[in-house]
């Protein structure tokens, strides 16, 4: 082998090394951003959850004692049935909320494919 054939192939080599770390790094910058998008979302959903059970709750308690004793049966009823309908309105909005996310890693892997189509001949 010549010399130059093995200076070529470090070279090479060392460009594949340079070009991996920094895919690895915008990789684990990429996490760190979805792990502390994720962190946020998850406390601030679970406080919006706790402080609007209690809401609604005192809410719907003001309502059926609120209404005249022989009525109270209906309150109660139709105080349930919003609450089950409001569930199920609120599931379908995450549920589309969900699939509207972007993938995660989109630019990692959009770049890998760069770098996947650059060394194809």
Known sequence: MSAGLLETARNLLAGM?????????????ELREELRRLAGAIIGGL????????????????????????NR????????????????????????????KPRPFDATISELRSDLRAIKP
């Open 17 to 29: 090394l340079d070009l991996g770390r920094t895919r690895f790094e915008l990789f684990s910058t």
């Open 47 to 70: 406080a919006v959850l706790v402080l609007s059970m209690i809401g609604l709750a005192f809410g719907a308690v003001a309502i059926i004692l609120s209404v005249s004793e022989p």
């Open 73 to 100: 049966l209906t309150a109660t009823i139709c105080v349930a049935a919003f609450f089950l309908l409001a569930a199920g309105v609120v599931a379908l909005v995450l549920r589309r909320f969900a699939a509207m």
